[in-house]
T-cell receptor
Framework: DAGVIQSPRHEVTEMGQEVTLRCKPISGHDYLFWYRQTMMRGLELLIYFNNNVPIDDSGMPEDRFSAKMPNASFSTLKIQPSEPRDSAVYFC??????????????FGPGTRLTVL | GQNIDQPTEMTATEGAIVQINCTYQTSGFNGLFWYQQHAGEAPTFLSY????GLEEKGRFSSFLSRSKGYSYLLLKELQMKDSASYLCAVRGGQAGTALIFGKGTTLSVSS
């Protein structure tokens, strides 16, 4: 069973460019989460979806960030325009509604974004 | 506000026992999780507590006291491969499913 898939694994871009990060959750999972991790701030929740519907986007830093989930097997996180302070590792995670271990979240390998 | 505190760094030697503490203040509580994250990798699930008490899973145990807003992760018979960051996370949020993570404790195990 494939885990959470993210692409690209690494992205280097210049300030002002548009960046799109992609995520495929584990099949059958109902929740999808986008996190950002930096040394300074740790792992922060940006937004999460339940059955493709955004539930809480209060962690999205500003209007430059947007996320979509057009279907149960695909989500994107877009940054437009990108800035150097957006450099971080972006993780996607998914979970089921009902699961033995408290609906544990399964994380993808992450996308390491560097904005020059 | 919401706050999760854990020590930044800890060191220990192979074969020893180490306890990583976590205190939390959150607006909601629907379970506490511990994740392990090796450098350059994704976090992986270790344990879950929703009721007070101790949960044991092999060499790892996790304890929760909801009244004190306190948890710890206990690692026994330490191995070099246990060198990693350990993240404490509380489930709260609007729909009770979002995780709020602490900044993690980096554990270094030496021989």
């Amino acid at each position: 069973d494939a885990g959470v898939i993210q692409s690209p694994r690494h992205e280097v871009t210049e300030m002002g460019q548009e960046v799109t990060l992609r995520c495929k959750p584990i099949s059958g999972h109902d929740y999808l989460f986008w996190y950002r991790q930096t040394m300074m701030r740790g792992l922060e929740l940006l937004i999460y979806f339940n059955n493709n519907v955004p539930i809480d986007d209060s962690g999205m830093p500003e209007d430059r960030f947007s996320a979509k989930m057009p279907n149960a097997s695909f989500s994107t996180l877009k940054i437009q325009p990108s800035e150097p302070r957006d450099s971080a590792v972006y993780f996607c995670a998914s979970s089921r509604i009902w699961a033995p271990d408290g609906n544990e979240q399964f994380f993808g390998p992450g996308t390491r974004l560097t904005v020059l | 506000g919401q706050n999760i505190d854990q020590p930044t760094e800890m060191t220990a030697t192979e074969g020893a026992i180490v306890q990583i503490n976590c205190t939390y203040q959150t607006s909601g509580f629907n379970g506490l999780f511990w994740y392990q994250q090796h450098a350059g990798e994704a976090p992986t699930f270790l344990s879950y507590n929703v009721l007070d008490g101790l949960e044991e899973k092999g060499r790892f145990s996790s304890f929760l006291s909801r009244s004190k807003g306190y948890s710890y992760l206990l690692l026994k018979e330490l191995q070099m491969k246990d060198s990693a960051s350990y993240l404490c996370a509380v489930r709260g949020g609007q729909a009770g499913t979002a995780l709020i993570f602490g900044k993690g404790t980096t554990l270094s195990v030496s021989s």
